[in-house]
């Protein structure tokens, strides 16, 4: 069975840092391009980045320069790496992975919040 499990959200103050894991359950890992979405309450969800099996990466403009997404073949996770966040980046985290099928995680919670 797949499993795409989200760990490391939680609550930081505006300017903090974040640390995403997204272990996952599949195979061949790397062949699979590896995305990292967010939905606010009232909104759809969004693409916040993404990483091809050979590792070029994409991001929304709204997270360019704060956040950085990584994967580790060997580990089978990927990371998303969230600098000097804003109230804004507030939002339930999903990860996702992708080759012929599509898998998603169930989701972790960043709440950014003085």
């Known amino acids: 069975q797949v499993q795409l499990v989200e760990s490391g959200g939680g609550l930081v103050q505006p300017g903090g840092s974040l640390r995403l894991s997204c272990a996952a359950s599949i195979s061949p890992f790397r062949a699979y391009a590896l995305y990292w979405y967010r939905q606010a309450p009232g909104k759809q969800r969004e693409l916040v980045a993404g990483?091809?099996?050979?590792?070029?990466?994409v991001y929304a403009n709204s997270v360019k320069g704060r956040f950085s997404i990584s994967r580790d073949n060997a580990k089978k996770t990927v990371y998303l790496q969230m600098n000097s966040l804003k109230s804004e980046d507030t939002a339930v985290y999903y990860c996702?992975?992708?080759?012929?099928?599509?898998?998603w995680g169930q989701g972790t919670q960043v709440t950014v919040s003085s």
């Open positions: 996702n992975a992708n080759l012929r099928n599509d898998y």
């Open positions: 990483i091809q099996s050979g590792g070029s990466t």
